[in-house]
């Protein structure tokens, strides 16, 4: 046959698709064994049946009643209405990369994992981070903890870190978590509010749960509140073990630390990310990868024995417990590199499942009751978010290295064992795999003893001596921030009884944070604090590493400069100002009164990335403002330009101006201009303008 039959034509949409869409290149990490073909293909059902009209339903002609046979029309509809799995019940809201791991340090004297036995070993790795309490269509800037959920494909298995931004939890015993998780989701009578811990159920539930106000020190500063997931640190939390081939073993606590440096916004500015681009942290990801700019954290461990167990202050397995890495220094052991944007959302970030207890040979649990809960929860979990017991047949859940089992059947078994023998013993010739006590996960033998009770350890009842430390581990800016913090979310309770709870805890941690949240609610005086279960421990020293001010960047690199421009500027100081940017390894988007953009004075057009009402500078790390002498006049008509230039100032960002911008800082209500303020003439200013940016903030504004 020399020319194709009719229906073999691709239809209109598949052509059209195929002359906009760009693919991503692949990695072959993803859902390879699921890849349709798509590029100038027929569209086909879903049994690859080609389809000659995607626009009509069967009918009994042209006006007339639609008919039950349309297999098509069925089959799309029906697949349609299954599209979605329940989300989340915690963690719904997340946004996942891939990338490699690779070992820096190899420890073969702490763990016989095998990945870490030889510096340079490499293996693939899928990171999922996430809100914590909103639903999955919330917005990225809520107050909240955020997951940091790392997958690593080695060569015994797959190892799941499961992971916070925070090093510390609310709750000692996984008993108390669909508490916590209930009071801090939407009330459950009128199902708001979302994604927020700014209401009356939350500080309730907290003010009657002292172990909480460790980790509450934490949420209320700007760890809440990230820049994006590239500038955040990542921590596993509980004490793990890591056992070596001669099965002694040592406690084990896991860091991400982000080469990017630490960086959070400002609540004022979380507030207006979340309307002006709710996306805020998945595009910023996502964007960064694209751009070549791959985001990486160095994993570092905390390593100590049963004699520092012994002799340290508060109860190793407790989780609302950190030990400052002054006491146990972080080693560093490895890095975790995110090169590679998913193909597919759903297939990869959605159905990516995380379990706690997929540990690899080399590395345990211990009797953590928090990791203990948590061990049985994830598992079970994913069976109904999954569907069935299969979800390890999804690529981005199947091991990378061979596997071999007698597990069978099931909802949506991809792939069952070959052959006769799916029981062990057997006796059959090719009877399938079998267990190796030399290589095989042999649990830590610990010795354990005790009376079946429900109770706790001594140790967990201090609940303030860490809290203070974090408080004290602080710049001053920031206890502001983790005041104001706290005003804030109290001042959303509405019922004073609660207020009032929670500030009698703060004395606990530090008399004039207590004072100022009662000031700032407006309290008469301050509620007697609550009695301490337990003394508290005196001398705690300030850990530098709490504060993200004090671990800050100290350049440029991966932020993001907004220039606000307008006809009629000086197109080489624009270029100058860009080169700046770029040679700092950061990245620059061009603000104008219209998506058209504008043209300088030399007439060159320079398109735009955001029309100014889209673009407001709390997307910015750093702003620059260029006008003419028209140009700003035309600005100063418009309130979201007034509205870039005010806010960029009272969120102490470093800020340029250029040709007749004051003018548009004056209109805004900013008269006085600081050394957070540069003025741009020349090549050179716009270098010493990016240098100072590196500091992100200019504090001293207050
Ligand atoms: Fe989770 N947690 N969690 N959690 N968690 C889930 O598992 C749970 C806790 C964390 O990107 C769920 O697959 C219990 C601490 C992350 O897919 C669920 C307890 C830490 C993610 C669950 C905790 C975490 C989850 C919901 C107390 C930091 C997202 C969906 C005993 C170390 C993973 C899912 C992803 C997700 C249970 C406490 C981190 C229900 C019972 C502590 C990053 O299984």
Same mark, same amino acid.
């Given at each position: 046959m020399s020319e194709k039959s009719p229906q073999f034509r691709p239809s209109i949409e598949t052509q059209k698709s195929n002359e906009t869409t760009e693919r991503p290149e692949k990695t072959g990490q993803g859902g390879e064994t699921h890849q349709q073909s798509s590029d100038g293909a027929c569209l086909t059902?879903?049994?690859?049946?080609?389809?000659?009209?995607?626009?009509?339903?069967?009918?009994?002609?042209p006006r007339g009643p639609a008919l039950l046979e349309d297999f098509h029309?069925?089959?799309?509809?029906?697949?349609?209405?299954?599209?979605?799995?329940?989300?989340? #019940?915690?963690?719904? =809201? !997340?946004? !996942?990369?891939?990338?490699y791991f690779e070992t820096t340090d190899a420890i073969p004297e702490l763990t016989s994992a095998h990945l870490l036995q030889e510096k340079g070993r490499k293996v693939p790795a899928f990171v999922r981070f996430s809100t914590v309490a909103g639903n999955k269509g919330s917005m990225d800037l809520a107050r909240d903890a955020r997951g940091f959920a790392v997958?690593?494909?080695?060569?015994?298995?797959?190892?799941?870190? /499961?992971?916070?931004?925070?090093?510390?939890?609310?709750?000692?015993?996984?008993?108390?978590?669909?508490?916590? /998780?209930?009071?801090?989701?939407?009330?459950p009578d009128r199902a708001f509010p979302q994604a927020q811990s700014a209401h009356d159920?939350? $500080?309730?539930?907290?003010?009657?749960?002292?172990?909480?106000?460790?980790?509450?020190?934490?949420?209320?500063?700007?760890?809440?509140?990230?820049?994006?997931? =590239? &500038?955040?640190? !990542? &921590?596993?939390?509980?004490?793990?073990?890591?056992?070596?081939?001669?099965?002694?073993?040592? &406690?084990?606590?896991?860091? $991400?630390?982000?080469?990017?440096?630490?960086q959070s916004v400002l609540w004022d500015e979380a507030v207006k990310i979340n309307g002006a681009d709710p996306d805020f942290h998945r595009r910023d990801l996502w964007g960064a990868i694209q751009a070549g700019d791959f985001p990486e $954290?160095?994993?570092?461990?905390?390593?100590?024995?049963?004699?520092?167990?012994?002799?340290?202050?508060?109860? /190793?397995?407790?989780?609302?417990?950190?030990?400052?890495?002054?006491?146990?220094? #972080?080693?560093?052991?490895?890095?975790?590199?995110?090169?590679?944007?998913?193909?597919?959302?759903?297939?990869?970030?959605?159905?990516?499942a995380f379990c706690t207890q997929n540990i690899v040979p080399g590395v345990d649990f211990t009797n953590d009751p928090l990791l203990q809960g948590r061990n049985f929860s994830?598992?079970?979990?994913?069976?109904?978010?999954?569907?069935?017991?299969?979800?390890?047949?999804?690529?981005?859940?199947?091991?990378?290295?061979?596997?071999?089992?007698?597990?069978?059947?099931?909802?949506?078994?991809?792939?069952?064992?070959?052959?006769?023998?799916?029981?062990?013993?057997?006796? $059959?010739?090719?009877?399938?795999?079998?267990?190796?006590?030399?290589?095989?996960?042999?649990?830590?033998?610990?010795?354990?003893?005790?009376?079946?009770?429900?109770?706790?350890?001594?140790? &967990?009842?201090?609940?303030?001596?860490q809290a203070r430390q974090f408080y004290q581990s602080q710049t001053e800016v920031e206890q502001g921030h983790i005041a104001d913090a706290l005003i804030f979310e109290l001042s959303k309770c509405e019922v004073l009884d609660i207020r009032e709870r929670v500030v009698a805890h703060l004395p606990n941690i530090d008399p004039d944070l207590a004072q100022? /949240?009662?000031?700032?609610?407006?309290?008469?005086?301050?509620?007697?604090?609550?009695?301490?279960?337990?003394?508290?421990?005196?001398?705690? *020293?300030?850990?530098?590493?709490?504060?993200?001010?004090?671990?800050?960047?100290?350049?440029?690199?991966?932020? *993001?400069?907004?220039?606000? #421009?307008?006809?009629?500027?000086?197109?080489?100081?624009?270029?100058?100002?860009? @080169?700046?940017?770029? @040679?700092?390894?950061?990245?620059?988007?061009?603000?104008?009164?219209?998506?058209?953009?504008?043209?300088?004075?030399?007439?060159?057009? #320079?398109?735009? @990335?955001?029309?100014?009402?889209? !673009?407001p500078s709390v997307l910015y790390d750093a702003v620059a403002v260029m006008t003419s002498a028209d140009g700003v006049e035309k600005l100063k008509s418009m309130h979201p330009a007034k509205g870039f230039a005010a806010d960029a100032f009272a969120h102490a960002k470093f800020i340029a101006l250029a040709g007749e911008a004051e003018k548009l800082f004056h209109a805004a209500g900013v008269d006085d201009f600081d050394d957070g303020v540069f003025r741009l003439e020349g090549k050179d200013d716009c270098a010493d303008f990016i240098e100072a940016c590196g500091k992100m903030r200019f504090w001293q504004r207050g």
């Open positions: 059902t879903a049994q690859g049946v080609p389809v000659s009209d995607n626009q009509n339903t069967l009918k009994a002609g029309f069925r089959e799309k509809m029906f697949h349609f209405d299954h599209e979605r799995i329940p989300e989340r #019940v915690v963690h719904a =809201r !997340g946004y !996942g990369a891939r990338g997958k690593l494909y080695t060569e015994e298995g797959n190892w799941d870190i /499961v992971g916070n931004n925070i090093p510390v939890f609310f709750i000692q015993d996984a008993m108390k978590f669909p508490d916590l /998780v209930h009071s801090v989701k939407e009330a159920n939350f $500080w309730d539930f907290i003010s009657l749960m002292p172990e909480a106000m460790h980790m509450v020190m934490w949420t209320m500063s700007d760890r809440g509140i990230p820049r994006s997931f =590239r &500038f955040m640190e !990542g &921590f596993g939390v509980h004490t793990f073990r890591f056992v070596n081939a001669e099965g002694e073993s040592h &406690f084990v606590k896991f860091h $991400w630390k982000p080469k990017q440096g630490l $954290w160095e994993l570092g461990v905390q390593v100590f024995d049963d004699a520092f167990a012994d002799t340290f202050d508060f109860d /190793v397995l407790d989780a609302t417990k950190l030990i400052p890495e002054e006491d146990v220094p #972080v080693r560093i052991i490895g890095r975790l590199v995110l090169d590679s944007v998913v193909d597919n959302f759903f297939a990869e970030t959605e159905q990516v994830y598992l079970d979990t994913q069976i109904k978010r999954l569907g069935g017991p299969n979800f390890t047949h999804i690529p981005v859940n199947a091991p990378k290295c061979p596997f071999a089992h007698f597990q069978q059947d099931g909802h949506m078994a991809m792939h069952n064992p070959a052959g006769r023998a799916n029981y062990e013993p057997n006796s $059959w010739k090719d009877g399938g795999p079998r267990a190796d006590p030399e290589s095989g996960f042999t649990s830590f033998p610990e010795a354990v003893e005790g009376e079946k009770r429900k109770v706790r350890a001594e140790l &967990f009842a201090d609940h303030y001596s100022m /949240v009662a000031d700032g609610l407006g309290f008469d005086k301050l509620p007697k604090a609550h009695t301490p279960r337990r003394d508290m421990v005196e001398g705690l *020293k300030p850990s530098d590493a709490l504060s993200i001010l004090k671990n800050g960047p100290d350049n440029f690199k991966g932020r *993001k400069l907004g220039i606000l #421009v307008t006809d009629g500027i000086d197109g080489d100081l624009l270029a100058s100002l860009r @080169d700046a940017v770029k @040679d700092a390894g950061g990245m620059v988007e061009i603000v104008a009164p219209t998506i058209g953009g504008i043209k300088t004075s030399d007439g060159k057009r #320079v398109p735009a @990335d955001q029309k100014v009402d889209g !673009g």
